[in-house]
């Protein structure tokens, strides 16, 4: 019912910038919250930024100040520009959204494919 799709990964040397987008499409009434996570290999999927419908935004200390979330809720888009980039930002990133669905009369948790980001030394 509700599909997030995400671009913008690839690979990038130390220093250089990325920007990723998700978009979401479906039947949904509004979309709430939405974030980034990334997952390196053999560590757990971790919260990179979210931001709120009003734009309250939260990020996890190893990016704050390199890494901006953003989002244009007309498109249902969240961005993720991420600046000065380090090796160990290299990840699988994923895009999360709560979606208001009517039929379900709450909010449904949809996660995207994953898009990956890759920082050479």
């Known amino acids: 019912q509700v599909q997030l799709v995400e671009s913008g990964g690839g690979l990038v040397q130390a220093g250089g910038s990325l920007r990723l987008s998700c978009a979401a499409s479906?039947?949904?009434?509004?979309?709430?919250?939405m974030g980034w996570y990334r997952q390196a290999p053999g560590k757990q999927r971790e919260l990179v930024a979210d931001?709120?419908?009003?734009?309250?935004?939260n990020y996890v200390d190893s990016v704050k100040g390199r890494f901006t979330i953003s989002r244009d809720n007309a498109e249902n888009t969240v961005y993720l520009q991420m600046n000065s980039l380090k090796p160990e930002d290299t990840a699988v990133y994923y895009c999360?959204?709560?979606?208001?669905?009517?039929?379900?009369?709450?909010?449904?948790?949809?996660w995207g494919q994953g898009t990956l980001v890759t920082v050479s030394s």
């Open positions: 999360n959204a709560k979606a208001l669905v009517v039929v379900i009369a709450g909010y449904l948790e949809v």
């Open positions: 931001i709120t419908s009003g734009g309250t935004t």
């Open positions: 479906g039947r949904f009434a509004s979309i709430g919250a």
